[in-house]
């Protein structure tokens, strides 16, 4: 699986940002998708994640509310629609796979899990 990440851009806060990832290759039927972003200085954080199969999601509890990740399973691509965005989500934002083996959702919360990553796409939000 090859992925690509796409749709940042700058935005005052506020705003909204819709974001893509798209592969080449396989199909993301057995996979888990996830979002994480990386702020200048900081560490890789989790955002969020969605089982193709199933449709489940799950986000880290400081985004809920203002981001959704969705599929479109004709497209296979993975969307993350961020809304009412703050100047702290400026950051590169990584679209990343792992194989659905199963395991817990927290598993899936962390960098070590995913195995294929895409390119970042930047987004800063100005004030």
């Known amino acids: 699986v090859q992925l690509q990440a796409f749709g940042g851009g700058l935005v005052q806060a506020g705003g909204s940002l819709r974001l893509s990832c798209t592969t080449s290759?396989?199909?993301?039927?057995?996979?888990?998708l996830g979002w994480f972003r990386q702020a200048p200085g900081k560490d890789r954080e989790f955002v969020a994640v969605?089982?193709?199969?199933?449709?489940?999601?799950y986000y880290a509890d400081s985004l809920k509310g203002r981001f959704t990740v969705s599929r479109d399973n004709a497209e296979n691509t993975m969307y993350l629609q961020m809304n009412n965005l703050k100047p702290e989500d400026t950051a590169v934002y990584y679209c990343?796979?792992?194989?659905?083996?199963?395991?817990?959702?927290?598993?899936?919360?962390?960098?070590?899990?995913?195995?294929?990553w895409g390119q970042g796409t930047q987004v800063t939000v100005s004030s």
């Open positions: 290759g396989r199909t993301f039927s057995s996979y888990a």
């Open positions: 990343a796979a792992a194989r659905n083996r199963g395991y817990s959702s927290l598993t899936y919360y962390a960098r070590r899990t995913y195995d294929t």
């Open positions: 969605i089982f193709w199969s199933s449709g489940n999601t």
